[in-house]
């Protein structure tokens, strides 16, 4: 069949995780109770961090950003998968799933952008901490957090209008759970090795180049702690940076993995259920990493239990 315009397609399908049609309860379940601890796990952290006094400094007002895209991130996709399953339809619109594309790049971006902040707040505590407070002001948190936003909206209208210029065939199924930027060059008509490129130069814009700063950054922290003569010194300044190493690793190891693979990748279906543990499991297991992991967060938890019982 001949090629057709994307602007002139009216809806997608999204052929979800899975076409067994016993294991949708379980599916349908399982995604609602990582929703929810997704989104109270991070709505905690937010409600600690801005309750408690000891938490307002630079590493926190970070943290909290981080939250806030944490939950933008994950709901951008899985109400609209729960929704499919409750319904039993795989339905969206042209519109929608160009909105959805839109919002998942725009929050994907910005928890990308925010974790090299938070890599450059390291930084500066541990390689420069006589002028840590000089240096990390309110008005420049304030002003990272804005850039990373903007840069992100960017990002996110600049791949909007490249997938809006694409034509496809009359298939319109999405071998995903949402309308994932990749499925969608996959699905593109034009050879295999363009689609494979602009797979690479995506994730190259995407995670490339932030994390780059993050492992600059972390290179300069290493080279400063040891040079730290004591050994308790060292740990002390280790353990500040345990928690967000935990979640860059996290984040950058499995979005990557799953985003460079599915251009080469046979099967769209296995992708699909791969990309679950970075747009679900990572900002569900983000507020666990930081409050299991930091000391500060625990007692300050303590504290707004102990008020609010």
Do not use: W
């Not at 995604?31 to 989104?39: A, E, H, I, K, P």
């Not at 039993?88 to 042209?94: A, D, F, L």
């Not at 209208?157 to 990749?182: A, G, K, N, R, Y």
């Not at 699909?272 to 007692?299: C, E, G, H, Q």
């Amino acid at each position: 069949m001949g090629p057709k315009n994307l602007t002139r397609v009216s809806e997608f399908l999204l052929m979800g995780l899975s076409d067994d049609l016993e294991l949708q309860p379980l599916l349908f379940g399982l995604f609602l109770s990582m929703y929810l601890v997704t989104v109270l796990g991070n709505l905690l952290i937010i409600l600690t961090i801005s309750s408690d006094s000891h938490l307002h400094t630079p590493m926190y007002f970070f943290l909290s950003n981080l939250s806030v895209a944490d939950i933008g991130f994950t709901s951008t996709t899985i109400p609209k998968m729960m929704v499919d399953i409750h319904t039993h339809s795989r339905v969206i619109s042209y519109v929608g799933c160009l909105t959805q594309m839109s919002f998942f790049t725009l929050f994907g971006c910005l928890d990308s952008l925010l974790l090299n902040v938070m890599a450059y707040d390291r930084f500066v505590a541990i390689c420069r901490p006589l002028h840590y407070l000089v240096i990390m002001n309110p008005c420049l948190c304030g002003l990272l957090v804005l850039v990373s936003f903007f840069i992100s909206l960017l990002y996110s209208h600049l791949h909007s209008l490249i997938v809006s210029q694409l034509t496809f065939f009359m298939d319109v199924e999405i071998p995903h759970f949402f309308c994932d930027p990749s499925q969608l060059f996959n699905l593109a008509c034009f050879e295999i090795p363009i689609s494979n490129i602009l797979m690479y130069f995506i994730a190259a814009i995407f995670g490339g180049v932030p994390l780059t700063g993050i492992l600059f950054s972390y290179y300069k922290i290493v080279s400063s702690i040891l040079r730290v003569p004591s050994a308790g010194g060292k740990y002390k300044a280790f353990s500040t940076c345990g928690s967000h190493l935990s979640v860059v690793c996290l984040f950058y190891g499995t979005g990557l993995g799953v985003y460079l693979s599915s251009a080469v990748s046979h099967s769209p279906r296995k992708d699909s259920v791969a990309s679950v543990i970075y747009t679900v499991v990572t900002p569900m297991l983000n507020p666990f990493i930081y409050s299991l992991r930091n000391r500060d967060i625990k007692t300050a938890m303590q504290r707004l239990l102990r008020r609010t019982v």
